[in-house]
């Protein structure tokens, strides 16, 4: 069974960086894509970036374009983001979730059937 575990969450000031990362165990092969999400209080679920495992290729959502990288490791098992110039509004419970199915590109929620529990990030300003 697949299970996702995140880390590397906490507070940090406005400016200030951050990395998260993704353990992906349980299953003898990697997920198609896998992605990260953000929830702040009072908000919607949403997409921030995504991976193609395979390809390597990348998405992001506009308002975290040139401040957010998603990663993996060589084997394909720990899924990173590392987050600079983080803003008050950044503040949300991360998630990173899995898929096995083809296509990555919308970060769409519903798509992804795999979810680790989150981790907390809180920008300070």
């Known amino acids: 069974q697949v299970q996702l575990r995140e880390s590397g969450g906490g507070s940090v000031q406005a400016g200030g960086s951050l990395r998260l990362s993704c353990a992906f165990y349980?299953?003898?092969?990697?997920?198609?894509?896998w992605a990260w999400f953000r929830q702040a209080p009072g908000k919607e679920r949403e997409g921030v970036a995504s991976?193609?495992?395979?390809?390597?290729?990348?998405y992001y959502a506009d308002s975290v374009k040139g401040r957010f990288t998603i990663s993996q490791d060589n084997a394909k098992i720990t899924l990173y983001l590392q987050m600079n110039t983080l803003k008050p509004e950044d503040t949300a419970m991360y998630y990173c979730?899995?898929?096995?199915?083809?296509?990555?590109?919308?970060?769409?929620?519903?798509?992804?059937?795999?979810w680790g529990q989150g981790t907390q990030v809180t920008v300070s300003s």
């Open positions: 349980g299953y003898n092969y990697s997920p198609y894509c």
């Open positions: 991976i193609a495992t395979g390809s390597g290729t990348s």
């Open positions: 979730a899995a898929k096995y199915s083809p296509g990555c590109g919308g970060i769409l929620q519903l798509d992804f059937p795999y």
